[in-house]
């Protein structure tokens, strides 16, 4: 049973960074993906950026292109979610989730309990 821990969220200025981490256990082979998603008040949720742990290929929303990084440690028991220049509309709760394969339709079947990112001045 795949096991998701997030930590690292806070309140940040914008223009400021953060990093997210989350502790992933539980998995089996290699062909699945870990991710983030966040949801901002009154708003669905939306993916924000996951890595394909078999081959390191990762996506981002349009929204982070360019601010936000995903990574990982070796075995991606740890991915990490570096956010730069931040801005007050990636206020959100950010969900760290996992993906039963790499393709971007795949099935989450676990999710982490959320972290929240504010930030404002």
């Known amino acids: 049973q795949v096991q998701l821990v997030e930590s690292g969220g806070g309140l940040v200025q914008p223009g400021g960074s953060l990093r997210l981490s989350c502790a992933a256990s539980g998995f089996g082979d290699d062909y699945h993906s870990i991710g983030w998603f966040r949801q901002a008040p009154g708003k669905e949720r939306e993916g924000v950026s996951y890595?394909?742990?078999?081959?390191?290929?990762?996506y981002y929303a349009d929204s982070v292109k360019g601010r936000f990084t995903i990574s990982g440690d070796n075995a991606y028991n740890t991915v990490y979610l570096q956010m730069k220049r931040l801005k007050p509309e990636d206020t959100a709760v950010y969900y760290c989730?996992?993906?039963?394969?790499?393709?971007?339709?795949?099935?989450?079947?676990?999710w982490g309990q959320g972290t929240q990112v504010t930030v404002s001045s």
């Open positions: 890595v394909c742990v078999s081959d390191g290929s990762t």
């Open positions: 989730a996992h993906k039963v394969n790499c393709d971007p339709s795949a099935l989450i079947d676990a």
